[in-house]
Nanobody, 115 residues
């Protein structure tokens, strides 16, 4: 069983930065994919960034602004978000795909970008 707990959300002004954290407990290994999704009000959940075995993947609109980092010792994944825009406002969910078949989700953390 894997549990994911997010933290770090909040209110930030446009152009500001936030760092989200996702602490994983259970059997998650470096080869297992972890990442972040987000869901804005009235919209479908969408992929933001993933990392697996050191390889990263980003949603086009966040490339160059967001960075996903994984600490395999602490079993924690971070999402460093810079140059935030109002359209980044959403609930951000941590995600893990174990052994290519089992999916796990955190409960989400709210990010609001507004002046």
């Amino acid at each position: 069983q894997v549990q994911l707990v997010e933290s770090g959300g909040g209110l930030v002004q446009p152009g500001g930065s936030l760092r989200l954290s996702c602490a994983a407990s259970g059997s998650i290994f470096r080869a297992d994919l972890m990442g972040w999704y987000r869901q804005a009000p009235g919209k479908e959940r969408e992929l933001v960034a993933t990392i697996s075995g050191g390889r990263t993947n980003y949603k086009t609109s966040v490339k160059g602004r967001f960075t996903i980092i994984r600490d395999n010792v602490q079993n924690t994944v971070y999402l460093q978000m810079n140059s935030l825009k109002p359209e980044d406002t959403a609930v951000y969910y941590c995600y893990a795909l174990k052994d290519g078949t089992m999916t796990y989700w955190g409960k989400g953390t709210v990010v609001t970008v507004s002046s």
